[in-house]
């Protein structure tokens, strides 16, 4: 399978811990994006990145989230102190070079708060 | 304002009719637009691009951009119940990310 990986695909936590999401891109992909999707809504930019450089966050998203992607290949989403608020589906994409538009999406990470 | 607006629907059409979904953005400096499909429970699909003014064919799909305007829309032909799905309309800003629309929920009636 060559598309795009993400793991765990379920995750149930209890407020307060840490959770932390894992994303493999299409091996020859440059870029590589966080969203976050909840019920009813379009997915919400979090982050990119282009190889390992992380270029933008967007300016809703708390401290509590930090997002990794060493050696330009697979990144890491981490999530501190989880908040019941939380809760939603964590999208992975990956891009390749000039179509920056133009993204293959994983099958996300759904994370519930209790 | 929200920055990529669309009509949540739902909209319901016959099957083998035209469906019609439209979008509208708020920063005029947008080059790049995108319509993803989203079935239940999955993630969404790039389903068509559009980079100038006017209209582009895909199949049964047209996609129309209007730039004066801020307009983009999503025509699909003869609609089949396999198009039944939330459809993401897609602008890409300045930063070089995607905002998304909250979609159209689409059904098509046999």
């Known amino acids: 399978d060559t598309g795009v990986s993400q793991n765990p695909r379920h995750k149930i936590t209890k407020r307060g811990q840490n959770v932390t999401f894992r994303c493999d891109p299409i091996?020859?992909?440059?870029?590589l994006y966080w969203y976050r999707q909840t019920l009813g809504q379009g997915p919400e930019f979090l982050t990119y990145?282009?190889?390992?450089?992380?270029?933008?966050k967007s300016r809703l998203l708390s401290d509590r989230f930090s997002a990794e992607r060493p050696k330009g290949s697979f990144s890491t989403l981490e999530i501190q102190r989880t908040e019941q608020g939380d809760s939603a589906m964590y999208l992975c994409?990956?891009?390749?070079?000039?179509?920056?538009?133009?993204?293959?999406f994983g099958e996300g990470s759904r994370l519930t708060v209790l | 304002q929200k920055e990529v607006e669309q009509n949540s629907g739902p909209l319901s059409v016959p099957e083998g009719a035209i469906a019609s979904l439209n979008c509208t953005y708020s920063d005029r400096g947008s080059q790049s637009f995108f319509w993803y499909r989203q079935y239940s429970g999955k993630s969404p699909e790039l389903i068509m691009s559009i980079y100038s003014n006017g209209d582009k064919e895909d199949g049964r799909f047209t996609a129309q951009l209007n730039k004066a305007s801020q307009y983009v829309s999503l025509l699909i032909r003869d609609s089949q119940p396999s198009d039944s799905a939330t459809y993401l309309c897609a602008v890409e800003g300045s930063a070089r990310q995607l905002t998304f629309g909250s979609g159209t929920q689409l059904t098509v009636l046999p």
């Open positions: 091996s020859e992909h440059n870029r």
């Open positions: 990145f282009q190889n390992e450089a992380q270029l933008e």
């Open positions: 994409a990956s891009s390749l070079g000039m179509n920056t538009g133009e993204l293959f």
